[in-house]
C-alpha cells in the first residue's frame, strides 16, 4: 500500500490559519477534523509504545523482601511490586496489553480472599512450598508451576512453609480496563472453605482424560489450574532430545485447555519454550508483545538491536512487533505469556519470520 498517497504539496500561512480557525471552533462542538489525525489513527503498521526491559532477579528480590518489612500480606491485601514498562510510566502495564507484578508471601500470611474479572496467572520463582485456593481447591505452589485463577473464581493465597513464597503475577487488567468492563468483590473470611482434595483438577482433567460428561468448572478459562513445571520441563527435555527443533521457536508448547484445545486461558496466551544449550533461534517478530520469565538457564535474548542477557528468575519484555532470537548458553526454559489469544480471536494476530 502507498503509505503518501495525497501529497498536495504546501499549504499557504493563510491558508493554514483559516483551517485552524476552522479546527478551533468544531472543537467546541466535539467534533475534529479526521484528516489530522489519519496517520496516527490507522498507523502502515505497529508503533510499539513498551520497550524491551529486564528486571533481573537478584535486583528485584532485596525490594520484595524490603516490602515484606515494611507491611503485612493482610494490610496491603496483595504485597505486589507492579512491573512497569519503563515507556510507559504510570500505567501499571508491561506490555501495551499486560499487567505484571512480582508477589510475595512471608510463612504463615495470607493474602486475603477476593475475585474480580480480570484473569490472572502466577509462574512461581521462588517457593519453599506456598499455596493458593481457588474455587474451594487448593494447589501448591512449586518453583516452575504455572497456576490459573480464572475471571470471577475466589482466590487466596497462604504460606505454610518456613521461606517465603514469590511469584510473578500477570492479569489481563489493561484489557478488561479497555472495555471499562471490571467487576471485583471481597470475600467475608480472608481463607475460603476447601470443599475438594488437593489437585483434584489436575487429577480429572489433567492426564488426557476428562470426566465422562465433561463441564468447564470455569467457563472459558481451563479446568486445570496447576500446571506443575516437572510435566512441562519433562514434555519438553523429550521433544528437543526427538531432534527438529524449530528454527525459530526451538521446542515449544503450549499450555492447552483440555476441554477444546485452545489456549489455557481466554485473554492470555502462555508456553514455554526450551532451547538446549548451544542452541540460537533464528529472528522472528509477531503483533502480541511477550513477557518472558526465565524458568531455568542463562543465555542472551536479542530483541530489535538490544541484547539481553539473562538468568535463572529474570523477567524480561519482548515488546509487540519487535524481533526476537535467542541464544542459550545453558539448558534454558523460558515461560512466555502475551495477549496473543485475544489477538486470534479478533483476527488480528500476524507474526514475520526473518529469513537467514
Ligand atoms: O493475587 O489476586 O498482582 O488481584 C494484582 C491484582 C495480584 C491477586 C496482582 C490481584 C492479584
Known amino acids: 500500500m502507498d503509505n503518501h498517497p495525497h501529497d498536495a504539496g504546501a499549504v499557504s500561512a493563510e491558508e493554514q490559519a483559516k483551517r485552524q480557525e476552522f479546527y478551533d471552533r468544531i472543537d467546541a462542538q466535539s467534533m475534529a477534523p479526521l484528516w489530522e489525525r489519519l496517520k496516527g489513527l490507522v498507523p ?37 511490586l507492579v512491573l512497569e514498562n519503563p515507556a510507559m510510566p504510570g500505567k501499571s502495564r508491561a506490555t501495551a496489553t499486560l499487567y505484571a507484578g512480582i508477589q510475595l508471601v512471608l510463612p504463615g500470611e495470607v493474602a486475603p480472599a477476593h475475585r474480580h474479572t480480570a484473569s490472572a496467572l502466577r509462574f512461581v520463582l521462588e517457593s519453599g512450598g506456598g499455596f ?30 518456613s521461606d517465603p513464597i514469590i511469584w510473578m503475577d500477570i492479569l489481563d487488567l489493561p484489557v478488561v480496563n479497555f472495555f471499562e468492563g471490571g467487576f471485583s468483590e471481597h470475600h467475608n473470611d480472608a481463607a475460603q472453605s476447601i470443599g475438594r482434595p488437593e489437585d483434584d483438577s489436575l487429577n480429572r482433567y489433567g492426564n488426557a482424560l476428562l470426566p465422562i460428561e465433561a463441564e468447564s468448572p470455569f467457563g472459558k478459562s481451563s479446568p486445570i489450574f496447576n500446571y506443575p513445571f516437572e510435566r512441562t520441563r519433562a514434555s519438553l527435555v523429550a521433544v528437543a532430545a526427538a531432534g527438529d527443533l524449530d528454527p525459530h521457536w526451538a521446542a515449544t508448547l503450549k499450555y492447552s485447555n483440555p476441554m477444546d484445545g485452545g489456549w489455557a486461558m481466554p485473554t492470555i496466551a502462555s508456553w514455554m519454550t526450551h532451547l538446549p544449550a548451544g542452541m540460537a533461534t ?5 503483533t ?4 518472558v520469565a526465565v524458568a531455568e538457564g542463562r543465555g542472551v535474548a536479542t530483541i530489535g538491536d538490544q541484547k539481553i542477557p539473562f538468568g535463572p528468575r529474570d523477567i524480561f519484555v519482548i515488546p509487540n512487533w519487535t524481533q526476537r532470537s535467542f541464544q542459550a548458553e545453558s539448558d534454558c526454559f523460558l515461560f512466555c505469556s502475551s495477549d496473543r489469544v485475544a489477538q486470534e480471536k479478533l483476527g488480528l494476530y500476524r507474526e514475520e519470520r526473518a529469513t537467514a
Open 282 to 286: 533464528q529472528g522472528i517478530r509477531s
Open 288 to 291: 502480541d508483545g511477550i513477557i
Open 44 to 80: 502502515p503498521e505497529p508503533r510499539p509504545s513498551p520497550r524491551a526491559h529486564v528486571w533481573h532477579f537478584d535486583q528485584v528480590r532485596p525490594y520484595m523482601m524490603e516490602a515484606g518489612a515494611l507491611l503485612t500480606a493482610e494490610e496491603a491485601e496483595r504485597r505486589v
Open 132 to 161: 493458593t485456593a481457588v474455587a474451594g481447591e487448593k494447589t501448591t505452589m512449586r518453583t516452575g508451576d504455572f497456576v490459573i485463577t480464572p475471571s470471577w473464581a475466589w482466590h487466596d493465597h497462604g504460606n505454610t512453609s
